[in-house]
């Protein structure tokens, strides 16, 4: 597609339900991210993806949250037993190669935690 | 460990001042640098990137910063704030693995 799409653009929850969120990257773009931004913070690193390589998970929050890459493309990333403080939005962004290139976002999924 | 930090948190300004935010990283080799922007109720856009190069990078809209290597600072200015220009401005590092970070975000408010 033209740009990085995700998906659902709004989701809302139970508490302790899963959820999965979804980010289908710019065709052919080998790096991939997943941030989450609450309301009046920052953006926080969740977890980064390059080529084949092992997965950064380093910004994962804790063991509920879990992301995969399917065949280098598209990304899942879940939360198991979702709590309030899980709301927020989820961005998802990929870029061509890790090096000197520009990182296209998405639009973000809106989670709500009820 | 990477890290990027943004000294002010919430800036309010008239139109016609000059805006400089302030942005400072922590990371050992080499890195690239941006600065992105959020307005009310959009997604994230870039405004400017430094890769290599020139120090002094222009973007989007009037804006630009200074890579200074000696201080690990990537300052955004713009010699004239708008009322459009109201919204929300991210300092974002990424090091050597690829992995990008993000600062706190700083809050420009410009009042017309």
């Known amino acids: 597609g033209a740009g990085v799409s995700q998906s659902p653009s709004n989701k809302v929850t139970e508490k302790g339900k899963d959820v999965e969120l979804r980010c289908d990257p710019i065709?052919?773009?080998?790096?991939l991210y997943w941030y989450r931004q609450s309301l009046g913070q920052g953006l926080e690193f969740l977890i980064y993806f390059q080529g084949n390589s092992a997965p950064d998970k380093s910004g994962l929050p804790s063991d509920r949250f879990s992301a995969e890459r399917t065949g280098g493309s598209v990304s899942t990333l879940t939360i198991q037993r979702t709590q309030q403080e899980d709301s927020a939005v989820y961005l998802c962004a990929s870029s061509l190669r890790a090096g000197e290139d520009t990182i296209y976002f998405g639009e973000g999924s809106w989670l709500t935690v009820v | 460990a990477q890290s990027v930090s943004q000294h002010n948190h919430h800036v309010i300004l008239s139109e016609a001042a000059s805006l400089e935010l302030g942005c400072n990283y922590s990371?050992?080799?080499?890195?690239?640098l941006f600065w992105y922007v959020q307005y009310p109720g959009q997604h994230l856009q870039l405004l400017l990137k430094y890769f290599s190069g020139d120090p002094l990078v222009k973007g989007i809209k009037g804006f630009e910063a200074e890579f200074i290597k000696s201080k690990f600072s990537f300052n955004l200015r713009k010699p004239s704030v708008q009322w459009s220009d109201t919204a929300e401005y991210f300092c974002?590092?990424?090091?050597?693995?690829?992995?990008?970070?993000f600062g706190q975000g700083t809050t420009l408010q410009v009042k017309p």
């Open positions: 065709s052919g773009h080998t790096a």
């Open positions: 974002a590092v990424r090091g050597n693995t690829g992995k990008l970070i």
């Open positions: 990371y050992g080799g080499t890195v690239n």
